[in-house]
């Protein structure tokens, strides 16, 4: 079987240089390009990491991006005129920026998610499930950690999970948006769905959804203990995409959730 010419943005980061090591033990991947948003001299793997442009992702059949929200959008400007694919692990969007994403994946494939474990999307489906069985007593608000170089709170994952429990009440997530706290010891349950965004040490990621009607807790969670987790779904994502006609896909698409 032919493999992949993979591409990776943001290659000098956590999640690049995790995702360089996974593609090199996977059979159906040949990694081609690295990007960065500033000058690299250093080869990594043979390969001298370039600046985004349209010659650097020529040579990809695919590009996975783990930037930031204004690189992402520069790279899918570049990526539908070249009709590549692109599949995006960046966090952080605001409302405007979604609409664009939206906008492009009219014009090439694009599977985005906020987190590409597969126990995170059960934990995001099981969320969707919890907050449509349960009625409006309920109240519900979402924790997580991570690593001190995280810059973006709540988390994507934790946005995800908020969005579950907004789908269940069939509700706009942003309508449903209350208060975002950080580095809070606690912080209390509300109308809306309140977050807790914890920074310290070098935790891959943590997240906890709970749901109280005042005489019982409801709580689902999860702990990644390994950042592989999150590019070997990336690259199963990838190979995944490769097949699908232009569209915005998410991980609950690849692992079809009924």
């Given amino acids: 079987m032919k493999k992949i010419n993979l591409g990776i943005s943001g290659c000098m980061g956590r999640m690049g240089q995790q995702l360089i090591r996974s593609s090199k033990n996977n059979k159906n991947f040949k990694l081609t390009v690295l990007t960065e948003n500033k000058l690299v001299k250093k080869k990594i793997n043979g390969i001298r990491p370039e600046l ?14 783990f930037t930031v929200p204004k690189c992402t959008l520069e790279i899918l400007k570049i990526a539908s005129k070249l009709k590549k694919r692109v ?13 664009l994403i939206k906008k492009y994946s009219k014009k090439i494939p694009i599977l985005k998610a906020g987190n590409m474990s597969l126990g995170v999307n059960l934990l995001m489906y099981l969320t969707e499930i919890t ?10 608000k979402i924790f997580e950690i991570h690593h001190k170089h995280k810059k973006d709170y709540p988390s994507g994952t934790a946005l995800m999970l908020g969005k579950g429990i907004a ?3 069939n ?29 310290k040490g070098e935790i891959i990621g943590e997240h906890e959804v709970k749901f109280s009607s ?3 807790i409801i709580t689902l969670n999860h702990e990644a203990f390994d950042r592989a987790l999150y590019s070997d779904g990336a690259l ?4 995944w995409l490769m097949k699908k006609k232009p569209g915005l896909y998410s991980m609950r698409d690849l692992l079809d959730f009924s």
Avoid at 52 to 65: G, H, L, Y
Avoid at 175 to 189: D, I, R, T
Avoid at 236 to 239: I, P, Q
Wanted: aromatic share 10%; glycine share 8%.
């Fill in 52 to 65: 985004n442009s349209e010659k650097a992702f020529k040579k990809a059949d695919i590009i996975i991006d």
């Fill in 167 to 169: 789908d269940g009440k």
């Fill in 214 to 216: 005042g005489k019982e």
């Fill in 87 to 99: 599949v995006i692990g960046t966090t952080g969007f605001n409302r405007s920026q979604e609409n």
């Fill in 171 to 199: 509700k706009n997530l942003y309508n449903l948006m209350g208060k975002k706290y950080l580095n809070k010891k606690s912080f209390p349950y509300g109308k809306k769905i309140n977050f807790n965004s914890i920074r």
């Fill in 131 to 140: 907050s449509k069985s349960l009625n409006d007593q309920y109240l519900s």
């Fill in 236 to 239: 199963a994502a990838s190979k």
